[in-house]
């Protein structure tokens, strides 16, 4: 029995390992999404900021299309940061349950360690008395 939970412990530690990792790069992933919609934001606001530096209608016109598609761009970002988002969350809830699995084998473990031990100590104190009444029989006390 001590063998199979050995197994299953192992093959425990290896998904939570996997999950522990998937969960990292999953956050990476997020955290450059962040980034990239931090950027762009901070473009567009920075370009709106600026206002129309020329009086020319080229100008204006060529300002407001770069805002227009920096727009566009942001909200294809948005959207993937939710995936990213998204994907993230689910990589923890993954990671949480194979740390409870993880856990639940090593509580099994260490239960039936207990076990063991009680078991090993009843033995030896049934032994002990065994001899102690032998002793006590051979000295005539009863």
Avoid: C, P, Y
């Avoid at 931090?38 to 016109?61: C, N, P, Q, Y």
């Avoid at 300002?63 to 969350?89: F, I, N, P, T, Y």
């Avoid at 509580?107 to 009680?118: A, F, G, L, T, Y």
């Amino acid at each position: 029995m001590r063998d199979a939970l050995t197994v299953l412990k192992r093959i425990r530690q290896h998904r939570k390992k996997g999950a522990e990792q998937a969960f990292v790069e999953a956050e990476r992933v997020r955290e450059e999404a962040q980034a990239r919609v931090d950027l762009i934001e901070t473009s567009v606001a920075s370009s709106r900021e600026a206002g129309s530096d020329g009086d020319e209608a080229v100008w204006v016109a060529q300002a407001a299309g770069w805002r227009m598609k920096m727009e566009m761009r942001l909200r294809a970002e948005k959207s993937r940061l939710a995936e990213r988002v998204g994907q993230s969350e689910e990589r923890q809830r993954d990671l949480a349950h194979a740390s409870r699995e993880h856990r639940v084998v090593e509580r099994i473990m260490e239960i039936n360690d207990e076990r063991r031990k009680v078991e090993r100590r009843r033995k030896e104190d049934k032994k002990l008395d065994a001899m102690g009444t032998r002793r006590w029989h051979r000295k005539g006390v009863s």
